[in-house]
C-alpha cells in the first residue's frame, strides 16, 4: 500500500472503513508528518496530539463493536479520518486564538458547529491551523505564530484566511480539511496551494464562523485534493443523518455533466477603485482552463458582466462590520494589526444606517449580479490575477517571516487591502450572490505539476450547483 498520507482522501476511508487501518495509525503517521514538517511550514499553531490519540482509541473502539459484516452504514462517514479546524472554529477544550494577539487565549467550552457536524461524522482533530487575524485578509500571517507558508515554495504564503489548512493539505500533513470562506477564503488559499476548494451556496452547510457577519457571507468549504475527496467532505457537512442518503456527492461523480455553456470573464466589482492588469500567469491559467474544457465538450464564450462600481465600499462595509464588534479590552488595542486596528476604528465610526444601507445595496447586487450570470451554465475566471505572493508581500515587510512584534509591522493597511483586491479580485462577490464555486489548479507556472507555482480556474455555478462544480472539475482530471 502507498504511504498513508500518499492515499486520497476517499481511499483512507475506505482503508479505515475496512480495516486495512486503524483510527491510531492513521492518526499517528499524520502526526508524525507534522512533527517533521511544521517548524519550517507554519501551517499548524496548535497541535492536539494527546486528545487526537484518545479519540483514535474511541474510533478504533467502535469499529471494534462493529458487526463484521458491516456496511459503510454502520461506521460514520468519515470514521477514524484525521482533519484540522482552522483557528477561527471553536473545538472544545483547545484555544480558538483567532490569529490575534489582542484577544486573552482560552478554550473554548464546546464545539463549534463546523466541528460539531465532523465530529458526528467520525473525524479525529488533529490541532489547528494558522489564520489571518479574525480571518479579513487573503494571507495568513499573524502576530501570535509563525506565517502559514506554501508548500511549494516556502518564501511564498499558502493565502488566507484558510492558509493553514490548504498549506497542511498540501504538504500532506491532513488527507484533507475543512476551511470557511467570507470574501475567498476557502478559494484562495486553494489556488495558492494547488488543491480543490469547493465554497458552498449560502446556507446548504454550516456557516463554520458567523458572528459578526451580517451580510451573511461565510459559509464552510473543503480543501482537498480532488474533486472526490471534496466531495466525500461535503457528504459529511451536508448529510449529519444516521444513514447515508440514497445519492451523495461522492456517487453523483460516477455520470458526467451535460454540455455546458460557460461565459468566460475577467470583469470584476473591484476595477472601479482598484484598476488591475491580471499577470501572465493568470491568464495561462484561464487558457488552460478553457482548453481542458472545450476538450471536455463544453462550449466556451466571453461574456461581460457589469458590476455596480459601489460595491467596494458596501461590501467593505460588511466585510469589516464584525471586527468593530469584537470584545477587545481597551488596553489590548494596541496589539492589533495595523490593518484591524484601522479596520475596527472605521467599523466603529460607522452608523447602524450607514451599514444597513450597505447591506440593502448588497442584496440588490445580488440579484443584478445572479441576473446576469444566468445567462450561462457556469461563469469561468482566473482563481487568482497574480501567482502566490511571497510572505510579507502584503503587509510591506522586509522580514519575511511574517512574525515580529506590531510596532514592526508596516502600517499601510490600505495598501494592504487594495494589493489583496488586486490579488483576489473575483472572490468576494460570489459570497455576496451566495452562489457555489470551485478553484481547480489546471496550471503550474514550471509547466507541469509540482514544477513552479500553481494557478487555477475559479467556476462559479447558480444556487444548488455543488454536484454539477464538482463534476466538472472531476471531468477534466481532478
Partial sequence: MAEIHELSAVGLRDALHSGKLSAREATEHFLARIHARNPGLGAFITVTAEQALADAARADALYARSPRSRSPEELPLLHGMPVAFKDLTDVAGVVTTHGSAALEHKPAPVDGALAAVLKKAGVVSLGKTQVPEFGLTAYSENLIAPPSRNPHALSRSSGGSSGGSAAAVAAGLVPFAPGSDGGGSVRIPAAACGLVGLKPGRGLVPAGESTGDPARLVVAGPLTRSAEDAALMLDALVAAPA?????TYVSSL??????????????????????????????????AGIRLLEAAGHTTAETEVRYDNRYPDAFTTAWTAGVGNARIAPQREALLTPLTRTFRR???QRSVSKLNEALGFLRQFERDTIAQYAAWDLILMPALAQAPRPVGWFTGSSHGDGYWPAAEWAGDADGDYRKQCEYAPWSSMVNVCGLPAISIPVHWTGGSPGAGLPMGIQLVGPSGSEALLLQVAAQIGF
Avoid: K
Fill in 243 to 247: 444513514t447515508l442518503p440514497s445519492t
Fill in 254 to 287: 460516477a455520470a458526467p455533466p451535460r454540455r455546458l455553456r460557460i461565459g468566460v470573464t475577467l470583469d470584476s466589482p473591484w476595477q472601479a477603485i482598484f484598476p488591475f492588469t491580471p499577470d501572465a500567469e493568470a491568464i495561462d491559467a484561464l487558457n
Fill in 346 to 348: 472605521r467599523a466603529q
